[in-house]
């Protein structure tokens, strides 16, 4: 069945970016923004929250036979816009900065799960719907976990690349370096800090801020990532049928 295979593929790439989000957009949260977990969960729910009010009228539009592929086309898109604002954060973003991005990945996996679930088990039978679920559910989870790994592994590889880049930058020669080391160093030592003292904290502390860039960085290239993944899975719905059954949202629930 080419609308399974299809779907399939398309689901683990999904469940790779899904999973992926879950863990980066936290991390970012509490490590550069240095928000404490609870309020990175909260500010995590918006995402959950539109999920669920768009859950009941994507059903609708499936149970008024509005075009499965195109809303799964759209879906992406959707996600992929989300992922891009999220590139777009830096250091200074808010709650509110965040806000709209969440809520447009969350529009986005609902117009792309459901009519998804339809798409795929639409060409099964009866007798192949077990052993088809199970695959699906099998590699929606592989997805998930290469999501994870993926992330984490690319957050720290990138943000050495990033570090070595940056850190390529400072010379003694450097004016503005020098400039941000006196200013940094006399802020200190008017805090109590003799002038050795002070010049080594102002080395640490603009050090920890090449670090903080660099992560930021990292950051970034994983949501870009995630955001062209989101684009490049939208060509491939077209591959699939379209459905030759009516619509049975119930079906996409479980």
């Not at 009519?115 to 719907?129: F, G, V």
């Not at 930058?169 to 370096?177: R, T, V």
Request: charged letters at 10%.
């Amino acid at each position: 069945h080419r609308s399974f295979a299809v779907g399939i593929v398309i689901t683990t790439v999904l469940g790779f970016v899904l999973y992926g989000s879950l863990v980066s957009l936290p991390l970012f949260m509490q490590e550069l923004l240095g928000w404490t977990a609870e309020t990175a969960g909260f500010w995590t729910s918006p995402r959950g929250i539109a999920t669920a009010v768009c859950m009941p009228v994507v059903g609708y539009m499936l149970g008024k036979r509005w075009a499965p592929r195109w809303m799964v086309v759209f879906g992406c898109l959707i996600g992929s816009m989300a992922f891009f604002g999220y590139s777009r954060m830096d250091l200074d973003s808010g709650t509110w900065d965040i806000l709209g991005h969440q809520i447009n990945q969350g529009i986005g996996q609902t117009l792309i799960f459901l009519p998804l679930t339809i798409l795929i088990m639409d060409p099964i039978s009866k007798e192949e719907t077990p052993y088809a679920t199970s695959l699906y559910s099998v590699m929606r989870n592989i997805g998930s976990s290469m999501g994870i790994s993926f992330v984490t592994t690319l957050l720290a590889r990138r943000s050495q690349f990033h570090q070595g880049r940056l850190a390529g930058n400072i010379s003694l020669s450097n004016l503005q370096l020098l400039q941000a080391q006196n200013q940094t160093g006399a802020m200190f030592a008017q805090h109590g800090s003799d002038t050795v003292t002070s010049t080594h904290q102002a080395l640490e502390f603009l050090y920890g801020s090449l670090q903080q860039q660099a992560t930021l960085l990292s950051y970034i290239d994983v949501f870009r990532v995630m955001a062209w993944l989101f684009l490049l899975t939208a060509p491939l719905v077209l591959l699939m049928r379209k459905p030759k059954r009516d619509p049975d949202p119930s079906m996409a629930a479980h």
